[in-house]
């Protein structure tokens, strides 16, 4: 199994930026699709965006295209989540979770294997 592990989230005011960092340990990075998941509270877990096995391949939510780019690093057995743009309707806990030799960038969660401990981020008007 693979171990993940988010960091980077805080509390930052609109329109400001963070960056948040999801680093693996355990199997092969390189194997998994990883995705972005965000859950506010009261609401269910909402997809945030998706990158493939080698990063050339990328899918992002309507609600954040144009300001969330992910991305990611194999040899640091890292995935990263630039938000620019940040609204309070972004506020939510963020996960991140990998997919096992996904051959397309599933959207529901419970086609994820594992997932992170989440990190909070929080938006202020």
């Known amino acids: 199994q693979v171990q993940l592990v988010e960091s980077g989230g805080g509390l930052v005011q609109a329109g400001g930026s963070l960056r948040l960092s999801c680093a693996g340990s355990?199997?092969?990075?390189?194997?998994?699709?990883m995705g972005w998941f965000r859950q506010a509270p009261g609401k269910e877990r909402e997809f945030v965006a998706a990158i493939s096995l080698s990063g050339r391949t990328r899918y992002d939510t309507d609600s954040v295209k144009g300001r969330f780019t992910i991305s990611r690093d194999n040899a640091k057995n890292t995935v990263y989540l630039q938000m620019n743009s940040l609204k309070p309707e972004d506020t939510a806990v963020y996960y991140c979770a990998a997919d096992y030799s996904a051959v397309v960038l599933h959207r529901t969660p419970h086609e994820y294997d594992y997932w992170g401990q989440g990190t909070q981020v929080t938006v202020s008007s």
């Open positions: 355990g199997r092969t990075f390189s194997n998994y699709v």
